[in-house]
């Protein structure tokens, strides 16, 4: 396989799943290469509970991918999200450097640097920032002044941090595994990238990702993301619904939400055509069910996680949002979810899937959005976040890739240290400059 500094390898570690995506970028075009997915053992709710499992499912959604692509996976791109997420306004001013006078990416890097040199709670740690506006001598609402003449200029953005210990967790969990971590991004914001429009995005839209163990919901208004909030309700709980409503075992209850499963009433069908077996737990009985019966428990459910939804959304400031909802997530499978969004939300309500061969599930968006993300910086900032496939069959590289598991290993300690080089900040501090696009 040829690798070009294009190829990129994302993680999405999720509550039911353990995602790795390996893709070639051309331009906002991408050509998916691999994929491996793995039971996700050690994560409720969105987080971590077991480093060991996780550490497990990691390992076994790489291996999976690296056999699918005949090449060893070393750097990955992570996806982070969770309520620990916050956001503040940061500002940043500097003098211009050159003599000229022109601004350059070395004014545009140090007025970023600037505006991070914040006080922030030692339990926080910076996962990136996005510029909302420059201003040079007094013009303010500039989005890109790379070319332009001046002699002072200044950032007004936004700082994200997250918890310094859940991010750590996470990043000792992929170190764990092997791997070095090329960036770490915002998933929402990353996803928002690929599921919505810059239209939707201006207007006001909500980003809705449907999850096993958590619902994540994140508010875009006037380009910029305003707020994400996880709810810890998701898929699973679905599932638990069915397994206590048809005396049902937790698996057969799942292959039956992912058969037969309906989200809206007024539209599940109630013919006999439709119906389905399900065993009864604990005796060989066999019970018939029709999508109706099934749609009355799977409504419910969903309609309290929308209406969790909304209250976050009011929380966050917004009673409307004229660019509607996007859902993303494994979750927003299930047929009839659109109807009783729309009816719970009044609002446009539209379900994103990536559109790339091998990857058309709205549980892929994410992993997609990592990839698109990660390319836009890499071609803005010159940054170097491609996979470093290696060959497997060349003793010598896969020989220095166990060497460079044992040295993760040993080094892993010294990253817990906070601002030291190696340090997450010192790993993300250059996000989401990709705004320049
Ligand atoms: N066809 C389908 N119909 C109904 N539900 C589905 C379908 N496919 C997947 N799901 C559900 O989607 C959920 C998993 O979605 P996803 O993979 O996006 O979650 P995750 O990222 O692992 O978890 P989280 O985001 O909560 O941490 C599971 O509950 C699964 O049962
Ligand atoms: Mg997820």
Redesign the pocket.
């Known amino acids: 396989m040829l690798v070009t500094q294009s190829t990129y390898v994302t993680l999405?570690?999720?509550?039911?799943?353990?995602?790795v995506m390996v893709g070639e970028v051309r331009r906002d075009s991408v050509n998916m290469i691999g994929v491996g997915e793995a039971k996700?053992r050690g994560?409720k709710?969105?987080a971590i509970v077991d480093i060991d499992e996780t550490v497990n499912s990691i390992k076994e959604a790489v291996e999976k991918a690296e056999r699918m692509i005949n090449a060893s996976i070393n750097h990955v791109v992570v996806g982070i999200?969770g309520n620990h997420i916050q956001m503040q306004r940061c500002h940043g001013v500097v003098a211009v450097s050159s003599e000229d006078r022109e601004i350059g990416d070395e004014d545009v890097n140090r007025v970023m640097d600037t505006a991070q040199v914040v006080s922030i709670p030692p339990d926080r740690e910076i996962i990136g920032l996005v510029p909302k506006q420059f201003i040079l001598d007094s013009r303010d609402e500039i989005k890109d002044p790379r070319g332009m003449i001046g002699v002072r200029l200044e950032m007004e953005g936004t700082l994200i941090t997250g918890s310094k210990s859940t991010i750590l967790n996470m990043l000792r969990c992929v170190e764990r595994a092997g791997l070095e971590i090329a960036d770490i991004l915002l998933q929402p914001l990353a996803a928002g990238d690929v599921a919505l429009s810059e239209d939707e995005k201006a207007l006001g839209v909500a980003l809705v990702?449907?999850?096993?163990?958590?619902?994540?919901v994140t508010v875009f208004d006037q380009g910029d993301l305003v707020g994400t909030r996880?709810i810890p309700v998701?898929?699973?709980?679905?599932?638990n619904d069915i397994s206590v409503g048809f005396k049902t075992s937790k698996e057969e209850a799942?292959l039956v939400?992912?058969?037969n499963?309906h989200a809206y009433v007024p539209t599940a069908s109630d013919e006999e055509d439709d119906s389905f077996e399900v065993s009864k737990i604990g005796s060989r009985e066999q019970q018939l069910f029709t999508q109706w019966q099934l749609a009355n428990i799977i409504e419910p459910r969903l309609a309290e996680t929308f209406e969790l939804v909304d209250k976050e959304i009011k929380r966050m400031g917004y009673d409307e949002l004229p660019g509607g909802f996007v859902l993303?997530?494994?979750?927003?499978?299930?047929?009839g979810i659109m109807e009783l969004a729309e009816e719970i939300f009044d609002q446009n309500v539209r379900i994103a899937i990536p559109d790339y061969i091998g990857v058309r599930?709205?549980?892929f968006t994410?992993g997609i959005g990592l990839m698109l993300f990660a390319h836009k910086h890499m071609r803005i900032q010159g940054k170097d976040l491609s996979a470093k496939l290696s060959q497997p069959g060349h003793q010598e590289q896969q020989g220095s890739k166990q060497v460079k598991r044992e040295q993760v290993k040993k080094e892993t300690p010294a990253r817990n240290q906070s601002g030291g080089k190696g340090s997450v900040k010192d790993k993300v501090s250059n996000m989401f400059k990709s705004f320049f696009e």
């Not at 999405?12 to 995602?19: A, E, K, L, M, T």
């Not at 993303?328 to 047929?335: M, R, T």
Request: net charge negative; hydrophobic share 20%; no cysteine.
């Open positions: 999405d570690i999720g509550s039911s799943s353990v995602r996700s994560i709710k969105g999200t990702d449907l999850g096993g163990g958590s619902t994540t996880q998701g898929g699973d709980h679905i599932t799942d939400k992912l058969n499963g993303i997530g494994g979750s927003a499978k299930i047929p599930e709205p549980y994410n």
